[in-house]
């Protein structure tokens, strides 16, 4: 069989547009510098051979599919979900994994993805099959960082491959009860000519494992890179198809982190799983209001507290009240409006008027409130 020739094109990022040539705006979504590089094989042209292959109509009524009940089908809790036992985790899921569900995780180099996935799998090995597959590492450093983190080993199975179809089969094979992608930019398709992490590899790679997925009634996390603006890498459609999206972020130099969803078609985006990260590995921090709270300046002019709502969380964040000083995203202070001849410990003693990033925040000040 002849082989199909291979052109450049340029796709859009965020909707998929292409294009025969860069553009620095995208024609369709109007996104800049969303246009990137991919190889494709040219389409058969019409009348050839090839093209009438491709077109071959399909037969009538001939189908394997099956469909079931609605009322056949079990939604009990015990049926439907994976308890992970790590409650920030469960929380921000909204109750559990979800079987089928495909789950994205994403956040910058470092940030610890790899350490909660590989957490995730040894709190589960106990009553579940695990099947963990690396793209980006070997076996043996994922053994060396289990046996770092002291996670169970005995129920988690390892394969090293970035080739989908062989991942695929290898899933159909042994039916784990969760698999783990580490990371979907890595992977590739092998009847696709661009290499991997490229618009088109990306695209397919999750649309393979998300089939997969749902016809195997198997959960699945996928790990995503995030490029320097902070968004994921690759094609925003990856973002549509999967059940949940959820960004890990901390800054490097605290040992915080923060797990998010920004998407989750089985629960609440309002969510938020804090985590501390140490030499064992992410730890839980039940109570976010203790931490930061934790080495707050006392009688010190210009303190405030704020007492915030993410969800079901209810955090204590302090903040200096001090003019275009701006304390961590959650204390939500943006900062005070004072007259060009007020200072700020003039301030202090009397209620100021503070700009919220949210609503139902109150600032407690000097026994005063200043609210929004």
């Given at each position: 069989?002849?082989?199909?020739?291979?052109?450049?094109?340029?796709?859009?990022?965020?909707c998929?547009?292409t294009?025969?040539r860069?553009?620095?705006r995208?024609?369709?979504?109007?996104s800049?510098n969303?246009?990137?590089e991919d190889?494709?094989?040219e389409?058969p042209?019409?009348?050839?051979a090839a093209?009438?292959?491709?077109a071959?109509a399909r037969?009538e009524?001939?189908?394997?599919l099956?469909?079931?009940?609605l009322?056949?089908?079990?939604?009990?809790?015990?049926?439907?979900?994976?308890?992970?036992?790590?409650?920030?985790?469960?929380?921000?899921?909204?109750?559990?994994i979800v079987?089928g569900?495909?789950?994205?995780?994403?956040?910058?180099p470092g940030?610890?993805?790899?350490t909660?996935l590989?957490?995730?799998?040894?709190?589960?090995?106990?009553?579940?099959?695990?099947?963990?597959?690396?793209g980006?590492?070997?076996v043996r450093q994922?053994?060396?960082?289990?046996?770092?983190?002291?996670v169970?080993?005995?129920?988690?199975?390892?394969?090293a491959e970035?080739d989908?179809?062989?991942?695929?089969g290898l899933i159909e094979k042994?039916?784990p009860d969760?698999?783990?992608?580490?990371s979907?930019?890595?992977?590739?398709?092998m009847?696709i000519?661009s290499?991997?992490g490229?618009v088109?590899?990306?695209?397919?790679?999750?649309?393979?494992?998300?089939?997969?997925a749902?016809?195997?009634?198997i959960?699945?996390?996928?790990v995503?890179?995030?490029?320097?603006?902070?968004?994921?890498?690759g094609?925003?459609?990856?973002?549509?198809?999967v059940?949940t999206v959820?960004y890990?972020?901390?800054?490097?130099?605290?040992?915080?982190?923060?797990?998010?969803?920004a998407?989750n078609r089985y629960?609440?985006?309002n969510?938020?799983?804090?985590?501390?990260?140490t030499?064992q590995?992410?730890?839980?921090?039940e109570?976010p209001?203790?931490?930061?709270l934790?080495?707050r300046?006392l009688g010190?002019?210009g303190?405030?507290?704020?007492c915030?709502?993410?969800g079901?969380?209810?955090?204590r964040?302090?903040?200096?009240c001090h003019?275009?000083?701006?304390?961590?995203?959650?204390?939500?202070?943006?900062?005070?409006?004072?007259?060009?001849?007020?200072?700020a410990d003039?301030?202090?003693?009397?209620?100021?008027r503070?700009f919220?990033?949210?609503p139902?925040?109150i600032?407690q000040?000097?026994g005063?409130?200043?609210a929004?």
């Amino acid at each position: 069989m002849k082989e199909p020739k291979l052109k450049t094109v340029y796709v859009c990022s965020n909707c998929g547009e292409t294009s025969p040539r860069w553009m620095g705006r995208c024609p369709s979504c109007g996104s800049w510098n969303t246009m990137n590089e991919d190889v494709v094989a040219e389409a058969p042209k019409a009348g050839t051979a090839a093209a009438k292959q491709a077109a071959a109509a399909r037969p009538e009524g001939v189908t394997t599919l099956t469909a079931k009940r609605l009322s056949e089908i079990s939604m009990t809790e015990e049926k439907s979900r994976i308890l992970t036992g790590i409650s920030e985790l469960d929380r921000v899921l909204g109750g559990g994994i979800v079987l089928g569900g495909v789950v994205l995780l994403s956040g910058e180099p470092g940030v610890g993805k790899s350490t909660m996935l590989l957490q995730l799998c040894g709190a589960i090995s106990n009553q579940h099959s695990v099947l963990y597959i690396t793209g980006e590492e070997s076996v043996r450093q994922v053994k060396l960082r289990a046996a770092r983190l002291k996670v169970p080993q005995d129920n988690i199975f390892l394969a090293a491959e970035n080739d989908v179809d062989e991942i695929c089969g290898l899933i159909e094979k042994e039916k784990p009860d969760l698999v783990v992608i580490d990371s979907i930019q890595t992977m590739r398709c092998m009847d696709i000519s661009s290499s991997a992490g490229t618009v088109s590899q990306v695209k397919e790679s999750a649309a393979r494992l998300l089939a997969v997925a749902k016809k195997q009634e198997i959960p699945m996390f996928i790990v995503g890179h995030v490029n320097k603006d902070g968004a994921i890498a690759g094609p925003k459609v990856m973002e549509h198809i999967v059940d949940t999206v959820l960004y890990f972020e901390g800054d490097k130099m605290l040992p915080y982190r923060i797990l998010r969803a920004a998407k989750n078609r089985y629960g609440s985006t309002n969510e938020l799983g804090m985590f501390d990260m140490t030499g064992q590995g992410l730890a839980e921090i039940e109570n976010p209001s203790q931490m930061l709270l934790e080495g707050r300046p006392l009688g010190v002019s210009g303190n405030c507290v704020a007492c915030t709502m993410e969800g079901s969380h209810s955090e204590r964040d302090p903040g200096p009240c001090h003019q275009d000083e701006f304390p961590g995203p959650t204390a939500c202070l943006q900062r005070l409006r004072l007259q060009p001849h007020e200072s700020a410990d003039r301030c202090a003693g009397k209620a100021c008027r503070v700009f919220l990033w949210k609503p139902g925040c109150i600032y407690q000040h000097r026994g005063r409130h200043c609210a929004a």
